[in-house]
């Protein structure tokens, strides 16, 4: 198997379009064509993790967090320094023929079986999706309006459901399509599926209109382009001005989960679940607790911007690694209880998710769970 291969298996399950525009992932050093041979996953790139890639024969690192956020285009900088830098371990693994692939924000919106098994493991079901405020004049959904012949209808439109398209709170597949005729005339160095140059053609078609998160356009695109027979493919995106339903695991949503209990429980037994699970000895809270907990949120990483959709879903107690002392503060004012992790430690599940996948796949893999920071107690 090449390294592109494994690649384009993940990428099935989180496009790398869906992620942030802001977030570089995808390979990041070596090259796709090269013959794989086993994979070492962590979190971050570390001299630590390199060196058990190293030791254990791989030739691929996969990792949630990006080695290197550039300041405008183009790397910021790639030279031999210091043995723990960013650019320093690229280049080596670079030389040493290792591979390095990023899978953040993309892993994060899109890895739904890796939560689900984590609201499992947390003993609760989930209901819904956490998302950010969008910033003014933004939406978090789109309506897409395609027109397409109608012997190629149904293979366009299941493409589009296919890829998460036309999900709406806990039902899926929704949209909605007006027959109609659709006109053209094709120019010279077209080379049009129907009709003939210079001629005006008239075709019997279907306009599908379905829902698109926002930030899954090209997504959608790509399932469009791909299953439409068309050359030139008419398509519109408007913004959508309702929310999305407080309910329904969706595709490509936000991140995180909402997700309840089957009985309410002890604050205390609850917190024992956390830690096992997540596999803490501690974690930062408010010190007002509520005394039982019924429902949850969770989020990944750093939650502070997700904390107004966990106050929308009335949610209990909130997990994540961190949200920093003011939005912690206002969380216990207004009754919402926080639970920081840690930044790496609520990340765990990303090395269990891409494990499994690669288990999945008969792709040699480890995973390598790497606590960078610690509790140091005098």
Known sequence: MKIKALIEAIEQRIPRACAESWDPVGL?????????????????????????????????????????F????????LSLGRPNELSTLLLEAFKKNVAIYVAHTNFDRCALDGMLDLADALNAI??????????????????????????????????????????????????????????FRPLHGATPTLGKIGELEQVDEVKIETLVVHGME?????????????????????????????????????????????????????????????????????????????????????????????????ADVFITGEVGYHDSLSSARSHLNVIELGHRESELYFLKTIESWCKEWKVSAKSVDERTQQTFIL
């Open 28 to 68: 990041v050093c070596g090259s796709g064509d090269w013959t794989l041979k086993k994979v070492t996953i962590g979190v971050d790139l570390t001299r630590a993790l390199f060196e058990q890639a190293l030791k254990q024969g791989a030739n691929l690192i996969i990792i949630h967090h990006p080695p290197l």
């Open 70 to 77: 550039p300041k405008g285009r183009g790397l910021t900088h």
């Open 126 to 183: 989930p209901v819904a999706r956490l998302w950010e405020t969008p910033d003014e004049g933004k939406t978090l959904l789109k309506k897409l309006v395609t027109y397409v012949p109608a012997d190629h209808f149904e293979r366009v439109r299941d493409a589009l459901f296919a890829v998460g398209c036309g999900h709406i709170g806990n039902y899926d597949s929704c949209g909605f399509s007006t027959a109609g005729i659709g006109n």
């Open 218 to 314: 090209d997504v959608a695109l790509e399932a469009l382009t791909e299953n439409h027979p068309y050359e030139e493919v008419a398509y519109d995106f408007y913004p959508v001005e309702q929310t999305p339903a407080l309910k329904g695991m969706v595709w490509g949503l936000g991140y995180g989960f909402v997700a309840t209990l089957p009985e309410p429980l002890a604050y205390e037994q609850f917190a024992k679940n956390v830690c096992k699970v997540f596999h803490v000895k501690s974690f930062l809270t408010q010190k007002n607790t509520p005394p039982f907990v019924k429902k949850i949120a969770f989020s990944p990483g750093k939650g502070s911007s997700f904390i107004k959709s966990v106050k929308a879903h009335r």
